[in-house]
């Protein structure tokens, strides 16, 4: 099979987005419904980082709220789903719905230019002032973050996988 790659640098920062992607997917699956949404660290002080299912949930809410900076400056209309705890399945659905709603929000400007891309700035909720490539990059990196996290609660936490997938 072939892979099919866009074109562009914002098209490899997208196909580098959905490979972390496929690789978290593809641990969490591995993960049965019920460690999924079990409380491995009690102590950490990060509501988002409790459970595979607090983890996922952020992720997914993440990776929309990296595609709404992204839509403010072109200017593009939110349209992201409300967040909200999700199950194991719904989780790897809606990563994958997240994708594609960053693939909309990029959609023909694959090939933008290096000034383009850095022409492009983006204030986040935390403060921290990005260009479009460097919010792409930190999208990519959360993903790889958290994905480690898991495998460690995988580790750690003793957290079962299915071997039937």
């Known amino acids: 099979m072939r892979k099919m790659y866009r074109k562009g640098a914002l098209g490899a920062m997208m196909d580098e987005y959905e490979r972390a992607a496929l690789e978290l997917k593809s641990v969490v699956e591995q993960i049965p419904d019920d460690d999924f949404v079990r409380i491995v660290d009690s102590q950490t002080n990060d509501e988002n980082c409790r459970s595979v299912q607090t983890i996922m949930t952020h992720v997914v809410s993440?990776?929309?709220?990296?595609?709404?900076?992204?839509?403010?400056?072109?200017?593009?209309?939110?349209?992201?789903?409300?967040?909200?705890?999700?199950?194991?399945?719904?989780?790897?659905?809606q990563l994958e719905a997240m994708l594609e709603y960053t693939a909309q929000t990029l959609e023909g400007r694959w090939e933008m230019t290096d000034e383009q891309i850095e022409g492009i700035t983006l204030q986040t909720g935390w403060e921290v002032t990005y260009n479009l490539e460097q919010l792409l990059e930190h999208?990519?990196?959360?993903?790889?973050?958290?994905?480690?996290?898991?495998?460690?609660?995988?580790?750690q936490g003793g957290i079962a996988v299915q071997a039937d997938i």
Do not use: N
């Open 139 to 155: 999208a990519i990196v959360h993903i790889l973050r958290h994905r480690r996290q898991i495998e460690k609660f995988m580790l």
């Open 62 to 93: 993440s990776g929309y709220g990296y595609a709404d900076y992204i839509r403010q400056s072109f200017p593009i209309s939110s349209t992201r789903p409300p967040k909200r705890l999700l199950s194991r399945q719904e989780a790897v659905t």
